[in-house]
């Protein structure tokens, strides 16, 4: 009998957790005994096909014995094909083709051939072995840009299981990958610029403050008035991700599948547009078996643009509430709960009516009263509130859209929003993430502040939240034009960007 010991890991939520693999392999059996415990999926489960095929056709042969294999510990579900290759080394290890492997930590799916191919949630899988004390990180060769990234563990990109085989026996000859990938690249250009769209000053204003403060807006206009060009366009003004904030994205991007192989870190901020029809799991994560992120979670440190709001599920926009508001999504699930982060930018669009042309001044509107508030009411107040700006986007009239002059750019746009930001940090928080405890006193109001805010709170029936987020967002407009205290004028623009949901939502 001999029992041989390998370690790899499990990902849950975007936490990764070290898993024991051990294999016992004993005379009296024969090769098609091969038994698997500890809560496999079945993708482990028919990890034992793939291992037995890499194991002959890389030369090392399959013993005619029994196997057993556990994944410890046993009350944590296991999925994925990235345990194949700790488990075959653990059998090697039995035969005892290779030395001890208690200084590292191995995943990889194996190939029939015994090539590795890459999986998902490497990234924290390395922060798991950096918790866990483990020096040595092996993983596929396309998986080490990604892995490199944590310090304090050496990072070994293999392409064969011979390959594998050969580091445990002489690891000196072997060179840990580099961590140069661990600087995000420039903010990429490939986002269309604000300079290509004509007219829709108004609009372009305040999506200058949405970046600059991390609002939430939505913007209400007719069919072809460039809400959804001015929304592709967004992503564009804000400033690069920070190194942490990089670590977050790709960490939940990996976690999803979706970081393209070779790819250290995210270096540009994601920019989510998924189609009115996304279910319930699709928006917010789920699935079956181990939950998955959804695209609030994709989203996370970027922007989520829901084009024709009203036309998403209303139980699905309901769900937004959560994110919203703690910029988290926990989901629980019989034998566990989990938490995926989404502090996101939610960019809004929608028609004011079920044709478009309600309240649009060249264009007949043929819905009824009740058919265009059934139609709005889709959009819930409670939602509504949570939205800081809301805006209208009318059509473009025919001279500014035939016009040479081509605005403001998004580099001009990107430049102040930095400014603004770079104010923001030092407080140590975004403008829209104000805590409440401070609110009063960065936001402190003169006494034609103090007017300018109770008419419009007694006018417009607003609620203590739309109350805070008014003054967070006039606490933005006054960063943007750096000053220190917000002012009777900060707060009029500020307010000027809530009465739209008063006019329709009325």
């Known amino acids: 009998m001999a029992l041989f010991r390998t370690r790899s890991a499990a990902v849950f939520g975007i936490e990764a957790h070290l898993i024991d693999v051990e294999v016992d392999m004993y005379s009296g059996g024969s090769a098609r005994d091969f038994v698997t415990v500890g809560m496999p999926d079945t993708a482990v489960r028919e990890s034992r096909e793939r291992i037995k095929s890499a194991l002959i056709n890389s030369g090392f042969g399959y013993p005619n014995k029994s196997v057993t294999i556990n994944l410890?510990?046993?009350?944590?579900?296991?999925?994925?094909?990235?345990?194949?290759?700790?488990?075959?080394?653990?059998?090697?290890?039995?035969?005892?083709?290779?030395?001890?492997?208690?200084?590292?930590?191995?995943?990889?799916?194996?190939?029939?051939?015994?090539?590795?191919r890459p999986v998902r949630g490497v990234l924290s899988m390395a922060a798991c072995a950096r918790r866990r004390g483990i020096p040595n990180l092996l993983v596929p060769a396309d998986n080490a840009a990604e892995a490199a990234v944590t310090e304090g563990v050496r990072v070994f990109g293999m392409r064969h299981l011979s390959e594998v085989v050969a580091f445990l026996n002489q690891p000196d000859k072997f060179q840990p990958?580099?961590?140069?990938?661990?600087?995000?690249?420039?903010?990429?250009?490939?986002?269309?610029?604000?300079?290509?769209?004509?007219?829709?000053?108004?609009?372009?204003?305040?999506?200058?403050?949405?970046?600059?403060?991390?609002?939430?807006?939505l913007m209400i206009g007719p069919p072809g008035s460039g809400k959804t060009m001015l929304a592709k366009r967004f992503a564009g003004i804000l400033p690069p991700l920070t190194f942490q904030e990089a670590i977050q994205t790709t960490q939940v991007h990996s976690v999803a599948g979706l970081l393209p192989r070779g790819v250290g870190?995210?270096?540009?901020?994601?920019?989510?547009?998924?189609?009115?029809?996304?279910?319930?799991?699709?928006?917010?994560?789920?699935?079956?078996?181990?939950?998955?992120?959804?695209?609030?979670?994709?989203?996370h440190n970027g922007v989520l643009f829901l084009d024709e709001l009203p036309e998403f599920p209303r139980n699905v926009l309901e769900m937004l509430r959560q994110p919203l508001e703690e910029s988290s999504v926990t989901l629980a699930r019989t034998n566990m709960t989990l938490s995926f982060p989404s502090d996101f930018i939610l960019i809004g669009a929608m028609n004011p009516c079920p044709c478009g042309y309600f309240s649009d001044p060249?264009?007949?509107?043929?819905?009824?009263?009740?058919?265009?508030?059934?139609?709005?009411?889709?959009?819930?107040?409670?939602?509504?509130?949570?939205?800081?700006?809301?805006?209208?986007?009318?059509?473009?009239?025919?001279?500014?859209?035939?016009?040479?002059?081509?605005?403001?750019?998004?580099?001009?746009?990107?430049?102040?929003?930095?400014?603004?930001?770079?104010?923001?940090?030092?407080?140590?928080?975004?403008?829209?993430?104000?805590?409440?405890?401070?609110?009063?006193?960065?936001?402190?109001?003169?006494?034609?502040?103090?007017?300018?805010?109770?008419?419009?709170?007694?006018?417009?029936?607003?609620?203590?939240?739309?109350?805070?987020?008014?003054l967070k967002v006039a606490r933005t407009i006054a960063d943007l034009s750096a000053?220190?205290?917000?002012?009777?004028?900060?707060?009029?623009?500020?307010?000027?960007?809530r009465s739209l949901d008063r006019s329709y939502w009325n």
């Open 362 to 470: 060249t264009r007949e509107c043929r819905c009824t009263g009740a058919i265009i508030q059934r139609y709005l009411s889709k959009v819930s107040g409670p939602l509504l509130d949570r939205i800081d700006m809301h805006i209208e986007v009318p059509s473009v009239p025919y001279k500014e859209l035939r016009g040479k002059d081509t605005g403001v750019s998004s580099a001009e746009m990107r430049d102040r929003v930095e400014g603004a930001r770079a104010i923001q940090q030092r407080r140590g928080f975004y403008n829209a993430r104000i805590p409440s405890r401070q609110l009063r006193k960065l936001c402190a109001l003169d006494e034609a502040g103090e007017r300018t805010l109770e008419m419009a709170v007694r006018r417009m029936g607003l609620s203590a939240r739309a109350h805070d987020r008014i």
């Open 177 to 217: 990958a580099s961590s140069a990938a661990a600087t995000p690249t420039p903010l990429d250009q490939s986002f269309p610029d604000f300079s290509e769209v004509r007219g829709q000053t108004t609009a372009k204003r305040a999506l200058e403050v949405a970046a600059a403060g991390g609002h939430n807006l």
């Open 483 to 497: 000053s220190e205290s917000v002012t009777a004028k900060h707060l009029a623009e500020a307010v000027q960007y």
């Open 265 to 299: 870190l995210l270096a540009q901020r994601p920019f989510r547009s998924p189609h009115h029809t996304v279910s319930d799991a699709g928006l917010i994560g789920g699935g079956s078996g181990t939950p998955r992120p959804g695209e609030v979670s994709l989203a």
């Open 72 to 116: 410890a510990p046993a009350n944590i579900r296991k999925e994925g094909a990235g345990f194949d290759l700790p488990m075959a080394l653990g059998i090697l290890g039995a035969m005892g083709t290779v030395g001890s492997a208690d200084e590292h930590l191995l995943v990889g799916e194996l190939s029939l051939d015994g090539t590795l």
